[in-house]
């Protein structure tokens, strides 16, 4: 085993990598489309059922809250609990302004129904900037609902089809000031009122929730909190152009001790109904998320609906009963913006997971850690990567002086390896044991220079995903033609400098002893380059620095056993 033919089998390993992704991603399985017959309803029975039971739910006595679920003939989830269901279909909206969020919030049930994210542009240079919920019609259906919800026998109740009413119909967050509270009202014909309330914070995406419970009424009043994310995701068209279309858009989990997943052709995930403490709920996409964070000591029943591609993730609460007179409340916590992890962690400890950097996470969180605390010195994050790499260049420099060494004198051997192969080229055997007789006598290890590319590896598959998925990176900037690390390079100089930069390291290896392996390392740089054209430039920037700080390191260590070799 010799270090250029590692190197060829390490180059093609990436290949095949970026490749078994991309098919994986454009040819998974899909889930079903689920057909509707002339009366809108779905011909399918998986969501066109009836309110479900709270199994497992905790309720306090003679309390029977229903469930939020999927409703038939539309998109919109039912509590069907109350006669305000019934009500028109415009109940108008608000408003809400802070110096991070841009937000409309329907009077039916203070449905969270658009949010812009003020601080990020959907394209860099442009004003429009990215926009989590719509429902507007122009684009797929993605709302969060909050709500009450109780026995239909007990009355009506403040649920998500509940029609609120609002002193003001638009809210700013001052200047100066730290904190906005957004009330809306309610109240039933019997005297039970609820008071919700939305409360948003200066320079954060977390948003609170409250229900101040007023019971009015002679009997006592039972309700269970909610809410749930509905969305409609219609296939995304892959593209190897976007690095971004490959990114897990979709319903996520934290159960209180793992994170997962969840795909929605997967019979398991679809059907989700399982009790959970100090948990929470997502949908994520690219960079961005919103999330439902129940309080951590209480337990909650979380429930998966899906439709075709639309799905509805559910978190409902232990029910409480309030009695006649008395007041109650409840409270939770909801996050819509971006992924940066130490805001989410302020809210859950484990929030952060949704910065997804999938099987490599062990490796990826401490690169991200050092990025970033590299960046607060610096404040550009193509110097930190350059920086980081020569730091971490640094960490394995003893496993690749190792590596260089055997390299150099392995091509101080050259011409006694090639008068070897004239002798024996009839008897691949002898051929074999001659060489191995060789290296021992010269106290060198073919294998050596293994190990520091085996670990490079993961490295550079670690670095992959925080580029991708770390939205401190989305659109930042570097130097001159290079304005979003997280995007390919325009004019292709990065991938190309990478490719000078990787013949160069070709020429200063020992030559493979096979013509055919000699040629294909001939021609490498330039499928390496073609592949990684189309990468983020912060990779390829990782990348070519890498194999710089490898040539300037292997040239030294050839000098310096070539002086040893004279003498």
């Known amino acids: 085993m010799n270090n250029p033919r590692l190197f060829l089998w390490v180059a093609l390993a990436l290949i095949l990598f970026v490749n078994y992704q991309t098919w994986v991603r454009d040819y998974a399985p899909v889930a079903p489309v689920v057909q509707t017959g002339a009366n809108g309803k779905p011909l399918s029975t998986d969501l066109d059922s009836a309110v479900p039971q709270t199994t497992g739910v905790p309720a306090a006595a003679g309390a029977s809250p229903a469930t939020p679920s999927a409703g038939t003939g539309t998109p919109v989830a039912a509590v069907a609990t109350a006669p305000e269901t019934a009500a028109p279909a415009e109940a108008g909206s608000i408003t ?124 006592p009043w039972s309700a269970a909190p909610y809410a749930q994310i509905l969305h409609d995701m219609p296939p995304v068209e892959r593209s190897y152009l976007r690095v971004d279309t490959y990114a897990f858009e979709g319903p996520a989990l934290y159960d209180g001790k793992k994170y997962r997943k969840l795909k929605l052709d997967n019979t398991d995930d679809a059907k989700l109904s399982q009790d959970i403490t100090h948990g929470w709920f997502a949908a994520l996409q690219h960079h961005f998320v919103s999330a439902l964070v129940p309080p951590a000591d209480e337990s909650y029943h979380y429930t998966l609906k899906v439709r075709g591609h639309e799905y509805l993730a559910t978190a409902m609460g232990p029910s409480q009963t309030i009695a006649s007179g008395a007041q109650g409340s409840f409270k939770s916590t909801l996050f819509v913006g971006p992924k940066l992890q130490a805001a989410l962690e302020k809210i859950h400890p484990e929030l952060s997971r949704v910065a997804d950097y999938g099987m490599l996470t062990i490796l990826a969180r401490p690169l991200f850690w050092l990025l970033q605390n590299v960046h607060g010195l610096f404040g550009n994050w193509g110097v930190t990567i350059i920086l980081t790499t020569f730091l971490l260049k640094l960490l394995l420099y003893p496993l690749s002086e190792a590596s260089g060494k055997s390299m150099a004198k392995m091509k101080t051997l050259g011409p006694r390896i090639k008068n070897l192969q004239e002798t024996y080229k009839d008897d691949r055997e002898k051929l074999g044991r001659a060489m191995m007789d060789l290296y021992k006598r010269e106290k060198i290890n073919p294998a050596a220079g293994c190990l520091p590319v085996v670990i490079q590896l993961p490295v550079f598959l670690a670095f992959y995903w925080v580029l991708l998925e770390t939205v401190e990176m989305r659109q930042a900037p570097f130097v001159g033609w290079i304005q979003d690390l997280s995007a390919r390079d325009p004019f292709f100089i ?29 021609i490498l740089p330039l499928v390496m380059s073609a592949t990684f054209a189309f990468f983020p430039a912060g990779l390829v920037l990782y ?25």
Do not use: C
């Not at 013949?503 to 290896?509: I, V």
């Open 494 to 522: 990065l991938p190309a400098i990478m490719a000078g930069a990787m013949f160069l390291q070709y020429r200063l290896q020992p030559k493979p002893a096979d013509d055919m392996q000699a040629k294909v390392f001939m």
């Open 96 to 219: 809400v302004h802070t110096d991070v969020l841009d937000l409309n919030i329907g009077l039916r049930g203070g449905e969270l129904n658009r949010a812009d994210i003020l601080q990020y542009p959907k394209v860099k240079g442009e004003p429009d900037p990215v926009r989590l919920f719509r429902r507007d019609g122009a684009d797929a259906l993605y709302v969060m609902q909050t709500g009450l919800a109780g026995d239909a026998a007990a009355g009506p109740h403040p649920t998500h089809q509940a029609v609120f009413k609002s002193s003001f119909d638009k809210f700013t967050l001052l200047d100066g000031v730290d904190e906005l509270r957004v009330p809306l009202t309610w109240m039933s014909e019997d005297g039970v009122s609820v008071t919700k309330t939305f409360i948003f914070h200066r320079g954060a995406y977390q948003v609170d929730l409250e229900y101040t419970v007023q019971n009015g009424s002679t009997a």
């Open 543 to 567: 990348y070519a620095v890498n194999t710089l700080l490898g040539i300037a390191q292997q040239w030294n260590i050839n000098r310096r056993i070539a002086v040893e070799s004279a003498r």
